[in-house]
Antibody, heavy 127, light 108 residues
Framework: QLQLQESGPGLVKPSETLSLTCTVS??????????WAWIRQPPGKGLEWVGS???????YYNPSLKSRVTISLDTSTNQFSLKLNSVTAADTAVYYC???????????????????WGQGTLVTVSS | EIVMTQSPATLSVSPGERATLSCRAS??????LAWYQQKPGQAPRLLIY???TRATGIPARFSGSGSETEFTLTISSLQSEDFAVYYC??????????FGQGTKVEIK
């Protein structure tokens, strides 16, 4: 059974870089049928997709964050990572990593829902 | 960007009753819609994909319907463990993949 686990600092200072890692167990991040995603949720608010990447390098980022976000993966450790620079208090959130399946739909491929999710990690931006 | 709008924001329901949650897309998403359940302190869990297909292990009391811009999640007979926040998410036009703001189902 695939499991994901987020890790990283729970407190980041304003203007610095938020760095998180997601460790995947029970499956390979080099699979051709999955993207890997980060999603965040500010306290008491809804879900916001941050970005997704494919094992061979294709990445998609939320346009609202695009200039500050980098997602990468390390196949040797079966991990993928999130870096968000120049953070402010508005970036305080629970950050989730999730598997993001690729599904064939007729003659094209669609990147679909998120399943499963990690348990999430709270990152607070504060001095 | 496709905007997903859920209603109502909060739904008060008695155990054993039916709950009907709505999700509207700002433009057609065909049947490329998923529903998630989130309990306090937990990660979201996939319930429904393809607008109407239950994910593995999801009880039959959960059902999804709709297409294009109007979708419904129905819980036929609410159990105590079903009181939670529910989100819809579209995967027809991306990036970005977008979520609704959520509907909280609370005990009446």
């Amino acid at each position: 059974q695939l499991q994901l686990q987020e890790s990283g600092p729970g407190l980041v200072k304003p203007s610095e870089t938020l760095s998180l890692t997601c460790t995947v167990s029970g499956g390979s991040i080099s699979s051709s049928t999955f993207y890997w995603a980060w999603i965040r949720q500010p306290p008491g608010k809804g879900l916001e997709w941050v970005g997704s990447l494919y094992y061979h390098g294709t990445t998609y980022y939320n346009p609202s964050l695009k200039s500050r976000v980098t997602i990468s993966l390390d196949t040797s450790t079966n991990q993928f990572s999130l870096k968000l620079n120049s953070v402010t208090a508005a970036d305080t959130a629970v950050y989730y990593c999730a598997r993001h399946p690729l599904r064939r739909s007729g003659t094209y491929y669609n990147v679909v829902w998120f399943d499963p999710w990690g348990q999430g990690t709270l990152v607070t931006v504060s001095s | 960007e496709i905007v997903m709008t859920q209603s109502p924001a909060t739904l008060s329901v008695s155990p054993g009753e039916r709950a009907t949650l709505s999700c509207r897309a700002s433009q057609s998403v065909s049947s490329n819609l998923a529903w998630y359940q989130q309990k306090p302190g937990q990660a979201p869990r996939l319930l429904i994909y393809g607008a109407s297909t239950r994910a593995t292990g999801i009880p039959a009391r959960f059902s999804g319907s709709g297409s294009e811009t109007e979708f419904t999640l129905t819980i036929s007979s609410l159990q105590s463990e079903d009181f939670a926040v529910y989100y819809c998410q579209q995967y027809n036009n991306w990036p970005p993949w977008t979520f609704g703001q959520g509907t909280k189902v609370e005990i009446k």
